[in-house]
Nanobody, 115 residues
Framework: QVQLVESGGGLVQPGEFLTLSCAAS????????MGWYRQAPGKERELVAT???????NYADFAEGRFTISRDGSTNTVYLRMGSLKPEGTAVYYC?????????WGQGTRVTVSS
């Protein structure tokens, strides 16, 4: 079972940029999709962005044009660069690995967007 470790969260001001990292314990190309989800206080977990093994990306509407998912196969790391952050972006961000019917999650990294 893959281990996913997120990092890069913290406190940022509205409008700023932040890049999250997800280090996987094995080859990320073993998985159909790698992605990022988030869960805001009192809300359900929601998709932010995914990338399939072929490199095709999918973004939530709120992330389109502001967030970028990328990967480094040499280090088995997936990134989420977030731009023009808004207060509603405050959430715990989770890395996800998807293989067939199985979903694997990291422990999450907290992002707080506040002035």
């Amino acid at each position: 079972q893959v281990q996913l470790v997120e990092s890069g969260g913290g406190l940022v001001q509205p409008g700023e940029f932040l890049t999250l990292s997800c280090a996987a314990s094995e080859n990320i190309f073993n998985y159909n999709h790698m992605g990022w989800y988030r869960q805001a206080p009192g809300k359900e977990r929601e998709l932010v962005a995914t990338m399939n093994v072929g490199g095709v990306t999918n973004y939530a509407d709120f992330a389109e044009g502001r967030f970028t998912i990328s990967r480094d196969g040499s280090t088995n790391t997936v990134y989420l660069r977030m731009g023009s952050l808004k207060p509603e972006g405050t959430a715990v961000y989770y890395c996800n690995a998807h293989l067939l019917s199985r979903f694997y999650w990291g422990q999450g990294t907290r992002v707080t967007v506040s002035s």
